[in-house]
């Protein structure tokens, strides 16, 4: 799993992080595309999702999962498959600029 956060790390540099953090329920996905509009963001990662404008380009939603612990693994990219799907996603796309939705700062 290091390995996976060293290689983004290097794929990262030169590329704008953002991140919209809040607690559940308070709108995050919901205002994601507002925020990416206005400051030119091309990729949103959003519970397990990669998504370009309003198309879904990798990952899966942690919000069809059952249980609450299969959607906090899946929105933190716990599944080695379902990481690499996006990390190869990522590497195909071209982007400046990307927004991470979160529920914590740490």
Request: glycine share 10%; aromatic share 10%.
């Given at each position: 799993?290091?390995?996976f956060?060293?290689?983004?790390?290097?794929?990262?540099?030169?590329?704008?992080?953002?991140?919209?953090?809040?607690?559940?329920?308070?709108?995050?996905?919901?205002?994601?595309?507002?925020?990416?509009?206005?400051y030119?963001?091309?990729?949103i990662?959003?519970?397990?999702?990669?998504?370009?404008?309003?198309?879904?380009?990798?990952g899966?939603?942690?919000k069809?999962?059952?249980?609450?612990?299969?959607?906090?693994?899946?929105?933190?990219?716990h599944d080695?498959?379902?990481?690499?799907?996006?990390?190869?996603?990522?590497?195909?796309?071209?982007?400046?600029?990307?927004?991470?939705?979160?529920?914590?700062?740490k």
């Open positions: 799993m290091m390995r956060f060293k290689i983004l790390f290097w794929f990262f540099r030169g590329v704008r992080v953002y991140a919209l953090v809040g607690s559940t329920g308070t709108g995050k996905s919901f205002r994601a595309k507002l925020v990416a509009q206005k030119g963001i091309e990729m990662i959003d519970d397990g999702l990669l998504i370009r404008g309003d198309q879904l380009i990798a899966k939603s942690a069809k999962e059952a249980l609450y612990l299969g959607a906090v693994k899946t929105a933190l990219f080695k498959a379902h990481r690499d799907e996006v990390a190869k996603a990522l590497q195909r796309e071209r982007f400046r600029k990307i927004l991470v939705i979160g529920t914590s700062e």
